[in-house]
Every structure is written in C-alpha cells, then in structure tokens.
C-alpha cells in the first residue's frame, strides 16, 4: 500500500453558519491540500465529524470530494464503529469506486478486552471489500489497543496498516520492531509524526497538515528520505499550532485557523462547540505563519 506512506489529511467537514454542509469550502480545502503537496484524504474520520452526518450527507461529502480530487491523490474512507455487525453490514454494501482503503477505529464506548478488539478487526477484514487501516485512538475510544494485538492483526491479509494516536513512543516503537516488513505505521498524533518517522514509521494521517500542507507534508517527506535535519526544522515551525489545534475540542481548533485563512467558517456540529476566546485569539495569531 504505497499510496499511504506520506502525509493523509484528515478532512474536516466545513459547516454554514445554520450548520448545512458547506460544499464549497470543502472543494477550497481540497484544492489548498493538493497545492500544497498533501499525498491522500482520509474522508470521514473523526476530524469530519461523522457521527454527527446523516447517511445521505456522508454520500453527498464523498462525492464532493472525489469530484473536487479527480483522481489526483488516492483516497480513504472512514468507516467504523462499536457494533461490529454494523460496521460489517456497512462494508458489505459499500460502492468502493475511487476509494483505496478503509480507515477503521477500534470499538470505542462499550470497551472491549483484547481479544474482542482482535475479533472486532477480523470480522471487518474478512468482510471488506478494501484493505483496513487499523485506528488506536485510546483518548476517543476508552481504551488501548496494545502492541500485540496490533501484531496479531498485522498478521490479517486485509490488514495493511494501523494509525497509532495512543501518544506511547513504547508502544509505537514495539509495533515497529516486530510488524511484518509490508505493515505500515502511520501516526495520528501530529505533534509526534517527527519522532515516529525517525523511528521507522511510514508518515501521518494529519489534522494540522490541512493549516500546513507545505511545511507539515515537507516534513514528513524530508524525514522519509532521510534527511532529518530538513525534518526537524518543519517540525519546530508546526509544532506549536499541531499542539494548540486541540487545546479546546477538535475539529474547533483546526476549523479556527482554516477560518483565519479564508478558507471555511468556524462552526462546528452540536456536542461540539467553537473553542473559547483565548484559544481562539492563539490559533489566529499561529495562524499568520501558516503555509
């Protein structure tokens, strides 16, 4: 799966002020991303706020953003869930034209031990239609999934990879030292894409990267080539803002900046709610070096 190893942007869903998909704003996103040299999308994570989407607004965001991509970088598509019959059912129905691969969170709420985890995953590999890219996101989900449960699940044929957010340097670098040579790592901790490259990792799915396409997706193709001199200066430019983005709920704190570029407003849907005022001051000034 080399058309994952790189940067991933996880695409925010920008809103109208009356909380309506804002169409147009998605296709600037899109088009800022590629310009600035992003290598795939994820649609539909968390970042999208998906959970908040009716299935019929989630079909109309596919569509925009494959329409507004056409073909220029591959894409990803969030699907997942704590029911495991449900996330199979989705799986099985799903129309996967365009679509590379699926991102797929561990079950989140009802928190699984281990082995549900690793029953969870193998149901859902065996039924999809696309690779999946495992998600340990123990911050959103309640729980971890530890190393070796990624191993075992490194070992599926239709596992390809895992977005590792457990923030664990420990546990990111045992998955790396014992994962099959084709499993990819990819980070989802913005803030530690740096240290997990140095360490063998295969690049990010990234929220700050939609506010630093240049400098975050340079970074992260600086360090895979080796060059982590190159690397670590981006690092140090976005490091600050890729902490500051969740100071007060995300996507809020991305969607603030974005807005300060022009680029989207800054709502978000119910339970989530826009960051307070003195986030919002930071994010704006951070902002204004943004590229």
Partial sequence: MKQLIGTGTALITPFNSDHSIDFEALKRIVEQQIAGGTDYFVMLGTTGESV??????????????????????????????????????????????????????SPYYNKPNQQGIIHHYTQVADASPLPIILYNVPGRTGSNMTAATQLTLANHPNIVATKEASGNMEQVMTILANKPADFLVISGDDALTFPMLACGGSGVISVINHAFPKTFSGMVRSALQGDFSTARKAHEIVLESAIAIFADGSPSGIKTMLNELNLCGTSVRPPLWPVNDQVEANLRRLAKNAQ
């Fill in 52 to 105: 908040t989407l009716t299935s019929e607004e989630k079909s109309q965001v596919i569509a925009c953003i494959k329409q507004a991509t056409a073909g220029r970088i591959p894409l990803v598509l969030g699907v997942g869930g704590n029911n495991t019959a449900e996330v199979v059912a989705q799986l099985k129905q799903l129309y996967t034209d365009g679509i590379c691969a699926i991102l797929s969170v």
